[in-house]
């Protein structure tokens, strides 16, 4: 009994606030006189797709989503990236392996405000400013990837790999199809927190682009309720059209990322 009280009053509680972020999405499919309507209304009497219409006809959201999504492939290039160090602290003995690998993770403790500075003089020297690969190659590597990596793969066999080995193997191989195959479940973690930061990508791609070209859904919307600050019509579906797929993703996968969590934190 005490279950079933429990169930529903957070089923309740999970319902109330959900309610403004369901209006926003109701809204984006009303017409602006009745986004603006007193008392509001919580289902559209009249369904129209206009406002979506506006923002890849008026707003260049196709540009913006185009953008996204090479930020978002490069990303996964980097999750690769991420992979192998990860291997490489896990399996590997080196000279001063600990040492780096603690200097990667004191990296975490900097905030990534503090490097944006260093990092975009850095690229203003190689001409890269106002260009995708600025905005890509900074995000490329992280060590909250490369130590989840690490952990996770600090638990497959060494027996494995030099059976492997003996039969002939190259590294690379080795990496490509039996390391990469065993982590699946750590795979699959990574990949959804890097489609949400890649989606999400908001303040590097300000920073470092001048050209509205080369900007993201993020920094599109922020330009939406700039220029369109009285339009809530518009302003409801260019929020919708963001953070909807990132809500379908993580519901669909929250369990891959609990416990992939769960696994990396196991040795």
């Not at 900007?215 to 330009?223: I, N, P, Q």
Request: proline fraction near 5%; aromatic fraction near 14%; glycine fraction near 8%.
């Amino acid at each position: 009994m005490q279950q079933w009280v429990t169930g529903i009053i957070l089923a309740l509680g999970g319902f109330i606030i959900s309610i403004p972020f369901i209006w926003m999405i109701l809204s984006a499919f009303k017409p602006e006189m009745e986004v603006m309507q007193i008392p509001p209304t919580f289902l559209p009497k009249e369904f129209t797709l206009e406002n979506f219409v506006n923002l890849f006809e008026n707003m260049n959201f196709t540009v913006y989503l185009r953008n996204t999504i090479v930020v978002v492939l490069c990303s996964f290039i980097g999750l690769f990236l991420n992979a192998m160090a990860g291997y490489a602290f896990a399996k590997y003995q080196f000279k001063g392996r600990e040492k780096l690998f603690y200097l990667v993770l004191a990296t975490m403790m900097i905030p990534g405000q503090v490097t944006m500075i260093p990092v975009y003089l850095i690229l203003n020297q190689l001409h890269l400013t106002n260009t995708m690969a600025g905005i890509v190659l900074p995000g490329l590597v992280g060590a909250f990837s490369i130590f989840l990596f690490r952990q996770f793969m600090s638990t497959i066999p060494d027996e494995l790999l030099e059976a492997a080995r003996l039969d002939g193997a190259s590294e690379f191989r080795l990496f490509l199809q039996i390391i990469l195959p065993i982590s699946k479940p750590i795979l699959a973690v990574q990949g959804i927190l890097t489609f949400i930061a890649g989606w999400n990508s908001f303040l590097w791609p300000l920073i470092i682009a001048n050209d509205e070209s080369l900007y993201t859904l993020s920094v599109g919307l922020s330009l939406l309720k700039g220029q369109y600050g009285g339009n809530f019509a518009l302003q409801m579906a260019g929020s919708t059209f963001m953070v909807v797929p990132i809500v379908i993703i993580f519901m669909l996968f929250q369990k891959h990322i609990i416990e992939g969590y769960t696994i990396s934190g196991m040795k």
